[in-house]
């Protein structure tokens, strides 16, 4: 009965989807210039083709919607190769630009950095105008010149394969300027040869303030619907040229005083502007560095972020849609190794992407995750993923459909899944309610897992469970006084087993405030019991210079019972740059729960060059002890090279030596 709920439920949504594709309600427009000489960069504007340029200005606080005092201006052109943007940003106290960062891409492809650290400007391309955030394409610099890009879809760090964009910047007595010049290959963008329009927008940060400014503004809602519009461009499909990228890798070493070598390939096709397709075959995927699981006491299977190239390419046309907090149907990590993965993803219209992807170790297992999505209109999609996991000892399917619709405030996300094979049955059930004000979110959720779901390939963050999860949060900043942003939540729990008993309730308060003078407390409380055994904890963290990762020290303090145990948990972490280029950062974690346990990590890197680097990471972990240090040449085009002494993710300290070259064919 519950199932058949579920279902109609869905149907009845996407059939309203396919109705609700109201006129687009875009706030700014920008008609597109196509230039026939292109700008020389200097990063100063000075070439006076930029005079010719269509103009973007009138940018508003993000937050209160009001025009900046300190304005800026956007010129935009393009031709069959680039698209060219300039920026002109005003600053009445151009010595007070902050930027620090000179590492390529941090700013997106590290969890850990905050983008209100320092002076930068974005702009975001949507050429399919699907207003998602996977479908928005980001090219950053911030005031020194560093480059930062996210790729719709997803992309590995291949620079052969992410595209090679320039960007330079310069300050002057009035505030600073930017010049990016953006090739063409670096998008997904429609394949048709006549012109289109395509959702854009610009934005900036002045780090002085803390103030985000955009051109067309999204609200603090983040509405990607009101992005501006950029008119009449029309992409290069007549010169565009299907490319091939081929990177072998050599990898000789020593293990135990025994010498190795591999080899192996990763390849990368393009045959449209939208549509791309990629296979490795036999992937060292050893010599990446991975995120480490926390070693505290955890109720719900934990989330370890991927950072293996051929499981980035794409990444996003296997995610979920929505905000489901009950799975992940498709949950990469859980594919260890292989020795030959392909994948096709893309767009089969332009309201319609999809992904196939297939890996195999011939000795024992293959590994399938596919799905597809249909956007019906601006704030409307919906989909279907099957995943399959066939294995020697095992084999599990899991088939998934689901939707997302928003009406203004309102959104609404449901899932259906169902799993059969070995252990496996039943179903996942997933409904959310989302209503974002501008500054009050608030989630109602329902949650219907079988203690039977098996997703083998994917990630149940807990099983066997079902009912309702109410969560709310405050979000504000001011631009004036002691504070200058805030974040207060609250949490409700009542959930039952599926065949009766009640599972879990109870209740947590927390929340964040920042003040102006750069440092910043969290606190919380929460009170649960789960199964009849009690969760009631306490935590407060004090955290000093939290927009410079360069110079960031707190602690974080949580205390109370766990599984109706006494525990205590301290967190010391601290970040420093010290002789210019050396970074070092620390976290840590002691837990007292039944014994005292301890987790440590230490990493270190020494920047010789943008492209050049020696590092390292120490790792103290539940009595094991890993360490390991590399060198890296990569970054730039070409041959990159990596030297390294031990496993990055091993428990312990590994007696082997690496060296890798990856070449480009």
Known sequence: MKRRFIFSLALLLLTVNAYCDRARPYSRTLTAFKTSAPPTLRGDLSDPIWKTAPIADKFVDIQSGSLMEEQTKVYLLYDDKNIYVGFEMIDTQPDKIVARETIRDYKFANNEFDPRSEDSVDVSFDPFQHHRSDERTLFSLNAIGTRSVRLAG???????????????????????TAEMRIPWASLSYPSGKQAASMSLNFARYQSRTHTMSIWSNLTSQYFFERDGLWEGVQPPTGSFKPKLSVLPYLLPGVLDGRFSLHSGADIRYTPKPDLTAVASINPDLGTVEGAIASAQFQRFALFVPEHRPFFLEGSDYFGNDGNNVAALYFYSQQIPQFDL???????????????????????????TAASYRHQFSDTSSAGLMLVQKSANDDNNTVGVINQSTRWGKLRVDTDLALTSGKDSGGDAKHIQLVYSDKLVRTELTYNDISPIF???????????????????????????????????????????HTEGPLFARGAEIGGYLEARKDWAINFGASSYVFDGQADSTINIGIFANVSNRFRQYGFVLKTGKLGDKPATILGPQFSTRIFRNLDITYN??????????????????????????????????????????????????????????????????????????????
Do not use: C
């Open 154 to 176: 997803g992309r590995g760090n291949k620079l052969e394969w992410r595209g090679d964009w320039e960007g330079m910047v310069k300050k002057s007595a009035k505030g600073w």
């Open 588 to 665: 840590g974690s002691v837990q007292n729960l039944t014994g005292v346990q301890h987790q440590h990590i230490l990493s270190m890197s020494y920047n010789l060059s943008p492209t050049r680097s020696i590092g390292g990471r120490v790792v103290v972990q539940g009595g094991n002890t890993n360490w390991y240090l590399s060198y890296r040449n990569s970054g730039a085009k070409g041959v990159e090279s990596y030297v390294i002494l031990g496993d990055p993710n091993a428990l312990t300290f590994q007696n082997q030596f690496r060296v890798k070259w990856i070449f480009s064919l």
């Open 454 to 496: 098996r997703a083998a390939d994917g990630l149940v963050f807990l099983p066997d469970y079902r009912g309702p999860i109410l969560v709310s949060n405050y979000n504000n900043q001011w631009r004036k006084g002691f504070f200058r942003r805030v974040n207060i939540g609250g949490g409700l729990v009542h959930v039952w």
């Open 341 to 367: 993965g392909t994948k096709v993803y893309g767009k089969l219209s332009p309201k319609d992407s999809f992904g196939l992807m297939n890996t195999v170790s011939f000795a024992s297992r293959n590994d």
